[in-house]
């Protein structure tokens, strides 16, 4: 801290140096008690997590689309490139698409052929909407932008669907195992420090606890 951000701070929280120092103390000193009784690595039963998914608030993950595409400035030149797309005979997989994208597209995605990757309803700019309508593997119409005018090819979809206890697990154990880290906390500070003078006892308990302390 910068001397005077420090005293701006101890000024924002109407705090002495003293009086912080006793708060960062007894923090400390809580903390090592946690540590020493292993609450800061509290488990989380499946049976927690079932009760806990039950009031989650349900999701919808979007519909999502794997994505190629050849962008061009002129409109002319991007229904020449759509005609040989879709001309007949001619291959409608991505060798063909990719083939064209390198040779004529001015997107950044040109030299992995078109490539974007995937985009959820939503990402992306406006114009990816329209992919969203077109069929998986054939070549959509031209689409103008902003940006120039667009040919889409759609390589995959995944079907928007709600979202499943695997997806959000994690979340749900963080969420448990702070809320049993912030009750024990509460418990040991009663267990140890109630009725205690921070200034005169904390030593004596930190003394104790030392090992678990920043030096």
Same mark, same amino acid.
């Given at each position: 801290?910068?001397?005077?951000?420090? #005293?701006?701070?101890?000024?924002?929280? %109407?705090? /002495? @140096?003293?009086?912080? &120092?006793?708060?960062? !103390?007894? %923090?400390?000193?809580?903390?090592?008690?946690?540590?020493? @009784?292993?609450?800061? &690595?509290?488990?989380?039963?499946?049976?927690?997590?079932?009760? $806990?998914?039950?009031?989650?608030?349900?999701?919808?993950?979007?519909?999502?689309? $794997?994505?190629?595409?050849?962008?061009?400035?002129?409109?002319?030149?991007?229904?020449?490139? &759509? /005609?040989?797309?879709?001309?007949?005979?001619? #291959?409608?997989?991505?060798?063909?698409?990719?083939?064209?994208?390198?040779?004529?597209?001015?997107?950044?995605?040109?030299?992995?052929?078109? &490539?974007?990757? *995937?985009?959820? $309803? /939503?990402?992306?700019?406006?114009?990816?909407?329209?992919?969203?309508?077109?069929?998986?593997?054939?070549?959509?119409?031209?689409?103008?932008?902003?940006? /120039?005018?667009?040919?889409?090819?759609?390589?995959?979809?995944?079907?928007?669907?709600? *979202?499943?206890?695997? @997806?959000? !697990?994690?979340?749900?154990?963080?969420?448990? !195992?702070?809320?049993?880290? %912030?009750?024990?906390?509460?418990?040991?500070?009663?267990?140890?420090?109630?009725?205690?003078?921070?200034?005169?006892?904390?030593?004596?308990?930190?003394?104790?606890?030392?090992?678990?302390?920043? @030096?």
């Amino acid at each position: 801290y910068p001397a005077d951000a420090f #005293d701006a701070t101890l000024f924002s929280a %109407r705090l /002495g @140096q003293a009086e912080l &120092r006793d708060v960062a !103390r007894e %923090r400390l000193v809580t903390e090592a008690l946690l540590r020493k @009784q292993g609450l800061d &690595r509290a488990t989380v039963a499946d049976a927690e997590i079932e009760e $806990r998914w039950k009031a989650w608030p349900k999701e919808k993950l979007p519909e999502r689309v $794997r994505l190629s595409q050849i962008l061009v400035r002129n409109e002319d030149l991007a229904k020449r490139i &759509r /005609g040989e797309l879709t001309a007949k005979g001619v #291959d409608k997989g991505q060798k063909k698409f990719a083939e064209l994208a390198m040779k004529h597209s001015l997107g950044p995605e040109r030299a992995a052929g078109g &490539r974007l990757g *995937t985009f959820a $309803r /939503g990402d992306g700019p406006k114009v990816f909407e329209a992919a969203f309508a077109q069929k998986i593997g054939v070549v959509g119409d031209v689409v103008a932008s902003d940006y /120039g005018y667009h040919i889409f090819l759609v390589e995959e979809r995944t079907p928007a669907k709600d *979202t499943t206890l695997a @997806q959000v !697990r994690e979340k749900i154990v963080a969420e448990l !195992r702070e809320k049993k880290l %912030r009750e024990g906390e509460e418990t040991w500070k009663k267990a140890v420090l109630a009725g205690v003078s921070v200034e005169r006892d904390a030593k004596a308990v930190e003394k104790q606890f030392a090992e678990f302390l920043p @030096q």
